[in-house]
């Protein structure tokens, strides 16, 4: 008898571009730096900032040092790469969006995602060169400092707009947006966010940076009401919350405030988690909120910590489209942030042995 339509087989199939990612596409320069080099450009040790003039100098420089390394990045690509990774097959779960330049760094990027079999769409422009990320990594710290370059030329009317593009968003279940393209825009997102909330589907965010929720704080607050799971670090729900002025500094308690804003859905309450290195991860749960414990690790196998947050929710996307409960996504999103911890940049072995 014909097994090949077995319904284990056929869900499978019907997976393909159910994972919706758009962001900024980054090609990663890492390399070993020192306390000086983070002085002299005023680097905090685990921070990400956009660049500014007086960086220019430190993507000159970061290129001469011995042990520099080029990896595909972009908070949101990465994340929907490691959700593929998981996946393995079928490929091309995942779409991906964003703008990038007619030029080498834009070629590797394309070839990079195919290599991991995303279903990447670029909007390609001639006008910026693909946009680039220096991640200066002292021990297992990591200071990000992101020139968007093409990335900050996304254009909702010349890519999102166009019908053969909108017709992926439409086949998506799962979106997810890294809050660092509200710098770039914040229309698209709305468009994406209001689809998705219109339809009952997931719509993902992350607070990405405590820069965000300090400048871009507006943009930030019109796509909330949409925001289904919300995705932080232990610094930027703390940033969030003083912007916000929930007046604690308790991470459960900021969670519950969070959970408790306004929602446009409300067939789905909203799901929020905050990550904290090595402590526990903090998650809503209903009404409570949950505490759940990473893996633990040696420090000695700690490479570098540049991709965890992004490894951690590729990992939670990975169980969120095969409709796995929170608990499920939690445990597959520590799972990745401990494989990527092990690695240089948000790089990953070639299978996964998740259980």
Known sequence: SDHSQSPKNKSLISLENTL??????????????DKDFLDKFGLKLNDQILAEEKHKVLFE???????????AGGSTQNSVKIAQWMIQKPHKVATFFGCIGTDHFGEILKKKAEEAHVDAHYYEQNEEPTGTCAACITGDNRSLVANLAAANCYKKEKH??????????????????AGFFLTVSPESI?????????NN????????????????????????PYVDILFGNETEAATFAKELGFET????????????LPKENNKRQRVVVFTQGKDDTVATVGEKVTMFPVLNIDQNNIVDTNGAGDAFVG???YALVQEQDLEECI???????????????????EKPDFH
């Open 20 to 33: 919706f990612g758009m962001g900024n596409p980054l090609l990663d320069i890492s390399a070993v730096v």
């Open 61 to 71: 420089e970061i290129v001469k040092r011995n042990k520099v390394e080029y990896h």
């Open 160 to 177: 999102l707009d166009l019908d053969s593009n909108w017709e992926l968003v439409k086949k998506a279940k799962v979106y997810y947006i």
């Open 190 to 198: 709305l468009k994406v966010a209001k689809h998705a909330s219109d």
């Open 201 to 224: 589907k997931i719509f993902c965010m992350n607070l990405s940076a405590p820069f965000i929720s300090q400048f871009f704080k507006e943009p930030l607050m019109k796509v909330m």
């Open 249 to 260: 500094d308790d991470i459960a308690e900021i969670a519950k405030k969070t959970q408790n």
């Open 315 to 317: 990992g939670f996307l």
């Open 331 to 349: 445990r597959a999103g520590h799972y990745a942030a401990n494989v990527i911890i092990r690695r240089v940049g948000c790089t990953f072995p």
